[in-house]
């Protein structure tokens, strides 16, 4: 059970302030670039530190998906703009398709349908 009854709004407001925090630090290139060679340096820094056998798997793991994310990064900040992730919407502008919604609504198997 949750100890703060704040219904995760911490929790969404470090996601918020973290992604501002992550636009700006990518929008400038030799800062990006900075935390970029850290964010590689750090798993493949852990990789020479580790003793275990276990340890050694897992930084690997690390090391790769950080390299692929590198790699993304590295394209981002070389194509000179961030792009935005564009989700579908899910609430229609207007009351046209009003219809269209509750019968996908009334398929879901979570939804229950309200008393008119």
């Known amino acids: 059970m ?12 470090a996601a918020v302030g973290l992604a501002a925090i992550s636009k700006t630090i990518y929008s400038r290139k030799l800062l990006g670039v900075v935390f970029l060679v850290l964010s590689v340096a750090a798993p493949a ?5 580790v003793s275990g056998s276990a340890q050694r798997w897992i930084a690997a793991v690390c090391v790769a998906t950080t ?7 590295v394209a981002v900040l070389q194509a000179g703009h ?8 899910f609430i229609p502008k207007s009351t046209e398709n009003k219809h269209k919604t509750d019968e996908a609504l009334a ?3 979570a939804f229950i349908a309200p008393d008119k």
Request: glycine residues 2%.
């Open 82 to 89: 961030i792009p935005q992730l564009k989700l579908p919407r």
């Open 67 to 73: 390299l692929v994310n590198a790699a993304v990064v």
């Open 107 to 109: 398929q879901c198997p």
């Open 45 to 49: 820094a852990l990789l020479v530190i």
């Open 2 to 13: 949750e100890v703060f009854f704040d219904f995760g709004l911490f929790e969404l407001l």
